[in-house]
């Protein structure tokens, strides 16, 4: 990644002192997720072509949430990081994959609640094997199953707020490999669909724009108490 753009993003937001999570009843999450287009140049990991992972599908969808969920999506007009997101597309090395925000309460981690992330390019009918494999693992037999869509980026991210904000990844990124001589494919394709686990946890402070790190997919979060009475 250039350490040097995102810490120019970073130093533009501005950050301010920590405020005590006691002191705020709901937090306002935002995430901007994008895929960094040189990421495998950096990346010395062996590729292993043919390797699918299950997404997690336990998430919830805020787009299709109730309004009596404590977990609510955060129109579009109230973002904050717009000026983070805009430096992101002028970039000839990055492209956001998602950029959304939610409210939540405070919650303690056995209470919390993941949301869906389903975002990028749809790879459903070039590889349609992805889609209809069976599980092979599972945290457990509801939280992985088959997924109807292929898409780029899939999975979940978890806020904890506690008396620090805990994030939580598992995702899923898939990106189209083109296939080396002497490895076949049963389609006669060219390419192959990779998937790759983004799992992570980072504890993080309110009010301060953070940065998880991956050689495909950066995360770009922020959460910031909501007032009384907003």
């Not at 043919?50 to 787009?63: E, F, R, S, T, V």
Request: net charge neutral; hydrophobic share 35%; proline share 4%.
């Amino acid at each position: 990644m250039n350490l040097k753009f995102l810490l120019i993003c970073i130093t533009l937001t501005g950050t301010s002192l920590f405020t005590s999570i006691a002191s705020a009843k709901d937090y306002a999450i935002e995430i901007i997720l994008f895929a960094n287009k040189d990421g495998l140049q950096q990346n010395a990991e062996q590729i292993n072509f043919n390797h699918i992972i299950p997404a997690p599908n336990n998430g919830l969808d805020l787009d299709s949430a109730n309004n009596d969920s404590q977990w609510q999506a955060i129109p579009k007009e109230d973002y904050i990081l717009n000026n983070v997101a805009e430096k992101l597309k002028r970039s000839s090395n990055y492209r956001i994959l998602k950029h959304f925000a939610w409210r939540q309460p405070v919650v303690e981690k056995q209470d919390s609640q993941a949301i869906s992330i389903k975002a990028g390019r749809d790879f459903t009918s070039q590889y349609p094997e992805h889609a209809y494999r069976q599980v092979e693992f599972s945290d457990t037999a509801s939280n992985r199953s088959r997924s109807s869509k292929v898409l780029e980026l899939d999975g979940t991210i978890n806020i904890v707020i506690t008396r620090y904000i805990h994030l939580y990844s598992d995702l899923v990124y898939r990106l189209p490999r083109t296939i080396p001589t002497g490895i076949g494919d049963a389609l006669n394709r060219g390419q192959a669909l990779v998937d790759y686990s983004i799992q992570s946890h980072r504890r993080m402070r309110s009010r301060e724009l953070h940065y998880i790190d991956h050689p495909l997919v950066g995360i770009l979060i922020e959460a910031t108490p909501i007032e009384e009475g907003n």
